[in-house]
């Protein structure tokens, strides 16, 4: 049974270009969240998609986007790429009505 | 923001029994309590949750107190591979789509 996979594992962007981040949810799950990592600190949660929309939305400013896809597999979009989005991006999946989410292993953003 | 207490560290020696406290003073009746763990550069791994009751499953066990305002998870036999920061998360888990991580406890098993 897959678990929730992520890609790239890591990644180099430079000061004001544009990335997009790839997951597929564990195996039966329908909803994708999103969740940006910076260094020593915990995760914190951007966005949740459900049906292909958006549900609910963490304090991310709108550079931050995202896409979920008819088989529930997601995307995630940050535009504009400040030196502080530097981070872990986690995806995270879940039933609609399930009582745990579980993450993938992460993508690494670097921004120079 | 998050609404549990933990302590920031602890240390564990290997082979003994890892208590790992956690308050919650404000839990509403119907939030559960979440515990995860995140090893080193690695996505946050599920270990148990529970609403009142006391649960056990193959990872650890979860303790919590009659009023609901903390917990404890415990990790039976502690080995090195168990070195991560655990988080206390409470959530709804009807309506609250997200987890709101705080800063967690660095737990660090010992030889």
């Known amino acids: 049974d897959a678990g929730v996979t992520q890609s790239p594992t890591h990644l180099i962007k430079t000061r004001g270009q544009q990335v997009t981040l790839r997951c597929s949810p564990k195996?039966?799950?329908?909803?994708v969240s999103w969740y940006q990592q910076a260094l020593g600190q915990g995760p914190q949660f951007i966005f949740q998609?459900?049906?292909?929309?958006?549900?609910q939305r963490g304090n991310f400013p709108d550079r931050f986007s995202g896409h979920q896809f008819p088989n529930y597999s997601s995307e995630l979009n940050v535009n504009a790429l400040l030196l502080g989005d530097s981070a872990l991006y986690l995806c995270?999946?879940?039933?609609?009505?399930?009582?745990?989410?579980?993450f993938g292993e992460g993508s690494w953003l670097t921004v120079v | 923001d998050a609404k549990t207490t933990q302590p920031p560290s602890m240390d564990c020696a290997e082979g003994r029994a890892a208590n790992l406290p956690c308050n919650h003073s404000?839990?509403?009746?119907?939030?559960?309590v979440y515990w995860y763990r995140q090893i080193h550069s690695q996505g946050p791994q599920y270990i148990i949750h529970?609403?009142?009751n006391n649960e056990t499953n193959e990872m650890a066990s979860l303790i919590i107190t009659e009023d609901r305002k903390s917990s404890t998870l415990i990790l039976p036999h502690a080995t090195l591979r168990d070195t991560a920061v655990y988080y206390c998360?409470?959530?709804?888990?009807?309506?609250?789509?997200?987890?709101?991580f705080g800063a967690g406890t660095t737990v660090t098993v010992r030889a």
């Open positions: 195996s039966g799950h329908d909803t």
């Open positions: 995270a999946s879940s039933l609609a009505v399930g009582n745990t989410i579980y």
């Open positions: 998360i409470v959530r709804v888990a009807s309506n609250d789509y997200k987890l709101s």
């Open positions: 998609y459900y049906e292909e929309e958006e549900r």
């Open positions: 404000t839990i509403s009746g119907n939030e559960y």
């Open positions: 529970g609403l009142k």
